[in-house]
T-cell receptor, first 114, second 114 residues
Framework: GESVGLHLPTLSVQEGDNSIINCAYS??????FIWYKQESGKGPQFIID???NMDKRQGQRVTVLLNKTVKHLSLQIAATQPGDSAVYFC?????????????WGLGTSLAVNP | KAGVTQTPRYLIKTRGQQVTLSCSPI?????VSWYQQTPGQGLQFLFE???????NKGNFPGRFSGRQFSNSRSEMNVSTLELGDSALYLC?????????????FGPGTRLLVL
């Protein structure tokens, strides 16, 4: 039989190039956003986060951009390396009553070609 | 600081059996969340525990349950296993970063149901 499943968007880049991974979020009330990296066989690892009162935040080789007008988040990786090959997830967080909820994107697979 | 640990790392069960997975959060973290990850459905939220109380719950059947102990360690249980329960089960504990509440993941327990 045929299996039906989710095929992750894939971004393929050359080593040394810059990578841009995009994410559209769903809730305009979300006020905190996080990017995670998941390598094969491992749990997701925190990369960088940003609050809704900012539109840009930089880390080491990574930059997160937030556009609240169009509910869009992006992760830029400078000088992409083979070790950056992984699945990247964005997550949005918002306060719902007394609880804070985290909503996950489906992920983007980044393949770095040497 | 030691990271989030999960045991066991791998598990094989048969349909109808039940399974208990364990998670030890980062020291000082009081919130533990559980996720199911499959290639077809991505990262699906199961539930979150905070100070021994379930604070949030995803859309999983009652066969999936959890608990948290006074030392913040958490267990999740799946009863009457089905083939579709085969997945990577991830545990995450929450702490405070510079910008908000970030989840830190363990390596996961890979469950195979035959």
């Amino acid at each position: 039989g045929e299996s039906v499943g989710l095929h992750l968007p894939t971004l393929s880049v050359q080593e040394g190039d810059n990578s841009i991974i995009n994410c559209a979020y769903s809730n305009s009330a979300s006020d905190y956003f996080i990017w995670y990296k998941q390598e094969s066989g491992k749990g997701p690892q925190f990369i960088i986060d940003i609050r809704s009162n900012m539109d840009k935040r930089q880390g080491q080789r990574v930059t997160v951009l937030l556009n609240k007008t169009v509910k869009h988040l992006s992760l830029q990786i400078a000088a992409t390396q083979p070790g950056d090959s992984a699945v990247y997830f964005c997550a949005e967080s918002n306060q719902a009553g007394n609880n804070r909820k985290l909503i996950w994107g489906l992920g983007t697979s980044l393949a770095v070609n040497p | 600081k030691a990271g989030v640990t999960q045991t066991p790392r791998y598990l094989i069960k048969t349909r109808g059996q039940q399974v208990t997975l364990s998670c030890s959060p980062i020291s000082g973290h009081r919130s533990v969340s559980w996720y199911q990850q499959t290639p077809g459905q991505g990262l699906q939220f199961l539930f979150e525990y905070f100070s021994e109380t379930q604070r949030n719950k995803g859309n999983f059947p009652g066969r999936f349950s959890g608990r948290q102990f006074s030392n913040s360690r958490s267990e999740m249980n799946v009863s009457t296993l089905e083939l579709g329960d085969s997945a990577l089960y991830l545990c995450a504990s929450s702490g405070i970063t510079g910008e908000g509440e970030t989840q830190y993941f363990g390596p996961g327990t890979r469950l195979l149901v035959l």
